[in-house]
């Protein structure tokens, strides 16, 4: 039974790129939520995804965006970065028609921006 | 701002005693909780749940106990290993299935 994966596992951009990242949710997972996770804290919650639609969005700016396929995967964008977008970013997925509420996280994506 | 917050930074104990990490939350409407095990370099793990029409859930070795009262959870672990070792979170969530909201975290040390 695979779990979440994430893609890549290391990137490094300049202030002012743009970065996609990629997340495959848990097998039987239809909900795929986003977080960025700055060093030393906990995660913050950027947005989910259910039914190939944002369903939900914490505060983070326009330059945060998302997809989420037919297949369930998702693609986490991010335009104009800041030094400050700096962070683990992590996936999670759970089975949203259910309410089943418990998330699995895959193991992040660390975004450098210099 | 955060929903949720703990009250320790680090906590150290000897290998094989028990841990209680605590967290307190703010919302009121919160009805999930869960706590969340993440070691360097690794996303959160999953631990234990509890809805909040529960007071107490155990798991293997590990306890958690809601207070709605105080607004009050706790993840209690018996017998500490060092696979143990890790920053411990609490999260909770308004329910259906709504982002998850964390607090800073409890870095747990076992000492040998």
């Known amino acids: 039974d695979a779990g979440v994966t994430q893609s890549p596992t290391h990137l490094i951009k300049t202030r002012g790129q743009q970065v996609t990242l990629r997340c495959s949710p848990k097998?039987?997972?239809?909900?795929v939520s986003w977080y960025q996770q700055a060093l030393g804290q906990g995660p913050q919650f950027i947005f989910q995804?259910?039914?190939?639609?944002?369903?939900q969005r914490g505060n983070f700016p326009d330059r945060f965006s998302g997809h989420q396929f037919p297949n369930y995967s998702s693609e986490l964008n991010v335009n104009a970065l800041l030094l400050g977008d700096s962070a683990l970013y992590l996936c999670?997925?759970?089975?949203?028609?259910?309410?089943?509420?418990?998330?699995?996280f895959g193991p992040g994506t660390r975004l450098l921006v210099l | 701002g955060e929903s949720v917050g703990l009250h320790l930074p680090t906590l150290s104990v000897q290998e094989g005693d028990n841990s209680i990490i605590n967290c307190a939350y703010s919302?009121?409407?919160?009805?999930?909780f869960i706590w969340y095990k993440q070691e360097s370099g690794k996303g959160p793990q999953f631990i234990i749940d509890?809805?909040?029409?529960?007071d107490k859930r155990q798991g293997q070795r590990v306890t958690v106990l809601l207070n709605k009262t105080v607004k009050h959870l706790s993840l209690q672990i018996a017998a500490t290993q060092p696979g143990d070792s890790a920053v411990y979170f609490c999260?909770?969530?308004?329910?259906?299935?709504?982002?998850?909201?964390f607090g800073k975290g409890t870095h747990l040390i076992i000492q040998p």
């Open positions: 999670a997925s759970n089975i949203g028609q259910t309410y089943q509420e418990t998330q699995y």
């Open positions: 097998s039987g997972h239809d909900t």
């Open positions: 995804y259910y039914e190939e639609e944002e369903r």
């Open positions: 919302n009121s409407a919160s009805d999930y």
């Open positions: 509890i809805r909040s029409n529960m």
């Open positions: 999260a909770d969530t308004g329910g259906g299935a709504d982002g998850l909201t």
